[in-house]
């Protein structure tokens, strides 16, 4: 993570729909929020994007090696859920 960025891809609804907002946290494994990586963002539907993680916390500290979960929240929609493998 010292040297590398992570990239996390989604859409963003569907055609016709309206925009959305958008919200990406990352979590350790306890489910404990790490880092706020988009809060409240507006994304234009039936697009795909790209949010990048550089491996640091909300502070700026480099995370411990483990697994990171992600969460994308756009409104209307049910949560979607990934996983990250730090290691150094």
Do not use: C
């Not at 993570?1 to 309206?18: C, D, F, K, M, N």
């Not at 979960?69 to 996983?83: A, F, N, T």
């Amino acid at each position: 993570p010292s040297q590398e960025l992570v990239r996390i891809h989604y859409g963003s609804g569907t055609a016709g729909s309206a925009d959305r907002n958008v919200r990406v946290e990352l979590f350790d494994f306890g489910m404990n929020r790490v880092r706020t990586l988009v809060n409240g963002a507006r994304r234009s539907a039936a697009m795909e994007f790209d949010e990048y993680w550089d491996g640091r916390d909300d502070q700026g500290r480099q995370v411990a090696n483990g697994v990171y979960i992600y969460r994308i929240d756009i409104d209307g929609e049910q949560p979607r859920y990934g996983k990250i493998l730090v290691l150094q």
